[in-house]
């Protein structure tokens, strides 16, 4: 079974960097592992407008995008 971790929306940093919207992983808890570091490392690198965080939708992963800072 394939699990995603899918970034919600990509805000104009995410844009700029050219990062991925989506990443594919096998395992489940690699996937929510990566999800939440990745998360975690575009709260902590962006401009901070945006705040990410994770949240799971069947058997994936989405970094959700919300106004404010993390």
């Known amino acids: 079974m394939e699990?995603?971790?899918?970034?919600e929306?990509?805000?104009?940093?995410?844009?700029?960097?050219?990062?991925?919207?989506?990443k594919t992983f096998d395992d489940r808890e690699n996937a929510m592992r990566v999800a939440r570091a990745w998360a975690q490392e575009l709260n902590e690198s962006f401009c901070g407008q945006h705040a990410f965080n994770v949240v799971e939708v069947d058997d994936n992963f989405v970094i959700a995008v919300g106004e404010g800072s993390y």
Request: proline fraction near 5%.
């Open 3 to 7: 699990y995603h971790v899918v970034v």
């Open 9 to 22: 929306r990509l805000c104009r940093c995410a844009r700029r960097k050219d990062m991925p919207q989506i």
